[in-house]
C-alpha cells in the first residue's frame, strides 16, 4: 500500500473511532457514519438520515439500511474525494461484545478495517475499550 493511501486510511481509522467513541460516551450509541479524505485533504462527515426516523418514534432504526445508503452516496460522489471509511455499531458474537467497526478504503484500491470491542463496566457504567484488531472488508465505494 503506497504510504500516502495507508496515512490516508489511518487518518480515517482514527477519526472514525474516535467520534464513534465520543458519541457512545455521550449518548449511549451512535448511528452509522462515513467520513472521506477529500481530494485536498480535508477529512470530512458524511452522514445519513434512518429511514424510519420521519416517522418521529425513536425505534430501532434499520441500520444495514443507512450502511447502504451510505455506500450508495459515497459511491455517487466519489469524485470528490480519495478515501472513504464507513463507522457503525456492531455486535461480536464469538466474544459476546458490541464495537466499534471502522471500514476504510482508496481509490487505488487499498482497504483496511478494524474492531474496537467495548462494554459498560458493570460497576461504574463507564464504558471500557478492548484492543484494536485489525478485520476484512470488502470494496464498496470503488467498485464497478
Same mark, same amino acid.
Given at each position: 500500500?503506497?504510504?500516502?493511501?495507508?496515512?490516508?486510511?489511518?487518518?480515517?481509522?482514527?477519526?472514525?473511532?474516535?467520534?464513534?467513541?465520543?458519541?457512545?460516551?455521550?449518548?449511549?450509541?451512535?448511528?452509522?457514519?462515513? =467520513?472521506?479524505? !477529500?481530494?485536498?485533504? $480535508?477529512? %470530512?462527515?458524511? +452522514? @445519513?438520515?434512518?429511514?424510519?426516523?420521519?416517522?418521529?418514534? /425513536?425505534?430501532?432504526?434499520?441500520?444495514?439500511?443507512?450502511?447502504?445508503?451510505?455506500?450508495? =452516496?459515497?459511491? !455517487?460522489?466519489?469524485? $470528490?474525494? %480519495?478515501?472513504? +471509511? @464507513?463507522?457503525?455499531?456492531?455486535?461480536?458474537?464469538?466474544? /459476546?461484545?458490541?464495537?466499534?467497526?471502522?471500514?476504510?478504503?482508496?481509490?487505488?484500491?487499498? =482497504?483496511?478495517?478494524?474492531?474496537?470491542?467495548?462494554?459498560?463496566?458493570?460497576?461504574?457504567?463507564?464504558?471500557?475499550?478492548?484492543?484494536?484488531?485489525?478485520?476484512?472488508?470488502?470494496?464498496?465505494?470503488?467498485?464497478?
Amino acid at each position: 500500500m503506497p504510504d500516502a493511501s495507508a496515512t490516508d486510511l489511518e487518518n480515517l481509522l482514527g477519526t472514525g473511532v474516535g467520534a464513534a467513541q465520543e458519541q457512545l460516551e455521550r449518548n449511549g450509541g451512535f448511528l452509522p457514519f462515513a =467520513l472521506v479524505v !477529500q481530494n485536498d485533504g $480535508e477529512v %470530512r462527515l458524511v +452522514a @445519513v438520515t434512518p429511514a424510519d426516523a420521519s416517522d418521529g418514534s /425513536d425505534a430501532d432504526f434499520d441500520a444495514d439500511a443507512m450502511i447502504r445508503d451510505l455506500h450508495e =452516496l459515497l459511491r !455517487q460522489h466519489r469524485e $470528490e474525494f %480519495r478515501a472513504a +471509511a @464507513v463507522v457503525c455499531d456492531i455486535t461480536l458474537l464469538e466474544e /459476546d461484545s458490541d464495537a466499534i467497526h471502522v471500514a476504510a478504503e482508496h481509490q487505488d484500491g487499498s =482497504l483496511f478495517a478494524a474492531v474496537l470491542p467495548y462494554a459498560a463496566n458493570a460497576g461504574t457504567h463507564e464504558l471500557e475499550f478492548g484492543q484494536l484488531a485489525a478485520d476484512t472488508n470488502e470494496p464498496a465505494v470503488w467498485v464497478d
